[in-house]
């Protein structure tokens, strides 16, 4: 089984910076597929970012790119998402997500159903 377990959310204003952290617990001698999604109240949950752990490929929603920035320590089992330039459109309840994979899923990389490990969650709140 496979737990995860996201920190570092918070408010900030506009423009600020958070980092987020997802911490992988469980069997962790694999490669994965891993994601940041976030959902904000009344609406569908999003993909913001993926990464393929084995290559260290990244993909990005378009509304994140050149802002955000998905990230790996495999020494210490945790996945990052660098946030700049928050907005307040960004504010959300943001999911890390995980399921193991030989490859990277490419396009598929947003897609809910492509992963069987979610997180509690940790909520980002930006006031403008």
């Known amino acids: 089984q496979v737990q995860l377990v996201e920190s570092g959310g918070g408010s900030v204003q506009a423009g600020g910076s958070l980092r987020l952290s997802c911490a992988v617990f469980g069997y962790t001698d694999s490669s994965y597929c891993m994601g940041w999604f976030r959902q904000a109240p009344g609406k569908e949950r999003e993909g913001v970012a993926g990464?393929?752990?084995?290559?260290?490929?990244?993909d990005y929603a378009d509304s994140v790119k050149g802002r955000f920035t998905i990230s790996q320590d495999n020494a210490k089992n945790t996945l990052y998402l660098q946030m700049n330039s928050l907005k307040p459109e960004d504010t959300a309840m943001y999911y890390c997500?995980?399921?193991?994979?030989?490859?990277?899923?490419?396009?598929?990389?947003?897609?809910?159903?492509?992963?069987?490990?979610w997180g509690q969650g940790t909520q980002v709140t930006v006031s403008s």
């Open positions: 990464i393929y752990t084995g290559s260290g490929s990244a």
């Open positions: 997500a995980a399921d193991f994979c030989l490859r990277s899923i490419g396009d598929n990389w947003g897609k809910l159903d492509e992963y069987n490990f």
